[in-house]
């Protein structure tokens, strides 16, 4: 039996677009963005601190299926549900309220 070689294949690095800022919002915990960046051919929404400190949330992802509309009905809603819970729309708390928890 005659040994081979293996081919050694390096993972690629993932295609990141540029981060586009879609809409801002203000809690009483404060300024927080919503970005759209395409990531590997996958359009994510983050829900991230204005002030780069704190915990980011993946809002939604794969958007790209639905087009341009479809995200921005995200971001409205996403935004009205901020400014009605006066809390970050995926942090558990505002999840509990939402959920009647």
Known sequence: MTPYAVPQTKPSAPQVGERVELSRYQTS?????????RIDG???????????????????RELEQDGNAALNA?????????????????????LAEMLGS
């Open 74 to 94: 995200l971001v409205a809603d996403y935004v009205d549900q901020a400014r009605r819970l006066d809390a970050i729309p995926m942090s558990k708390r505002a």
């Open 29 to 37: 915990s404060g300024e927080r963005i919503l970005y759209g960046q």
């Open 42 to 60: 996958v359009v994510r929404v983050t829900d991230v601190p204005a002030g780069g400190h704190g915990r980011a949330y993946l809002v939604e």
